[in-house]
């Protein structure tokens, strides 16, 4: 059984920091690329960062400079380290693993993060 699951989600001030993590079960993790989506209240879930197939990695413009997605092959875990964040950067994020291969999607149960004063 495939299990994604998010965690590190929370309330935070303009300007703080998180780190979501993504810790993934039941799929051959080097297999997959683990990649991050928000999705804000009314919108649609967008994508944040992902990696390439060869390993780049690839940051919507309005996190770039912010945010960073690694991961941990030996821990079969991802995540998104996130600074100076901001109240538009409100959402539930979403881990991501596509099986480079076939391209078929599993998608974790979402965190939230508020960014709030």
């Known amino acids: 059984q495939v299990r994604l699951v998010e965690s590190g989600g929370g309330l935070v001030q303009p300007g703080g920091s998180l780190k979501l993590s993504c810790a993934t079960s039941?799929?051959?993790?080097?297999?997959?690329?683990i990649n991050w989506y928000r999705q804000g209240p009314g919108n649609l879930r967008d994508l944040v960062a992902e990696?390439?197939?060869?390993?780049?990695?690839i940051y919507v413009d309005s996190v770039k400079g912010r945010f960073t997605i690694s991961k941990d092959n030996a821990a079969n875990t991802g995540y998104l380290e996130m600074n100076s964040l901001k109240s538009e950067d409100t959402a539930t994020y979403y881990c991501?693993?596509?099986?480079?291969?076939?391209?078929?999607?599993?998608w974790g149960q979402g965190t939230q993060v508020t960014v709030s004063s």
């Open positions: 990696f390439t197939e060869d390993g780049r990695k």
């Open positions: 991501n693993a596509r099986d480079i291969a076939t391209g078929y999607n599993y």
């Open positions: 039941g799929i051959i993790f080097s297999s997959y690329t």
